[in-house]
């Protein structure tokens, strides 16, 4: 069971990323995928979540109206499309499986991608 999170980069403010989150070794049919970010110092911080179950979607108040995550069953993958991106959203960015519905504690998921960095910076 693999997550690769990938797409990340560095982008000027008010630019745009999307972020991947491919898996293999497993199917997202049942699972929910959550991005989470970590900046230097900070703790890690949930982003969003989508369920492949019933296709919900939610998102951190911080994120809401700029972010868009969204999943593609045939790819077997997870994107989070980020518009007007900002200094504040400057992070390591990880992708985590879980079974079932989506949640936002990081202990709530059983696996984790290894990160991408984005750099939002003039």
């Known amino acids: 069971v693999q997550l690769q999170a990938s797409g990340g980069g560095r982008v000027q403010p008010g630019g745009s990323l999307r972020l991947s989150c491919a898996a293999s070794?497993?199917?997202?049919?049942?699972?929910?995928i959550g991005w989470f970010r970590q900046a230097p110092g900070n703790e890690r911080e949930w982003v969003s979540c989508?369920?492949?179950?019933?296709?919900?979607?939610y998102y951190a108040d911080s994120v809401k109206g700029r972010f868009t995550i969204s999943g593609d069953n045939a790819q077997n993958a997870v994107y989070l499309q980020m518009n007007g991106l900002k200094p504040e959203d400057t992070a390591i960015y990880y992708c985590?499986?879980?079974?079932?519905?989506?949640?936002?504690?990081?202990?709530?998921?059983?696996?984790w991608g290894q990160g991408t960095l984005v750099t939002v910076s003039s």
């Open positions: 985590a499986a879980r079974v079932g519905l989506g949640a936002l504690n990081y202990d709530d998921y059983d696996y």
């Open positions: 070794g497993f199917t997202l049919d049942y699972y929910a």
């Open positions: 989508i369920s492949s179950s019933d296709g919900s979607t």
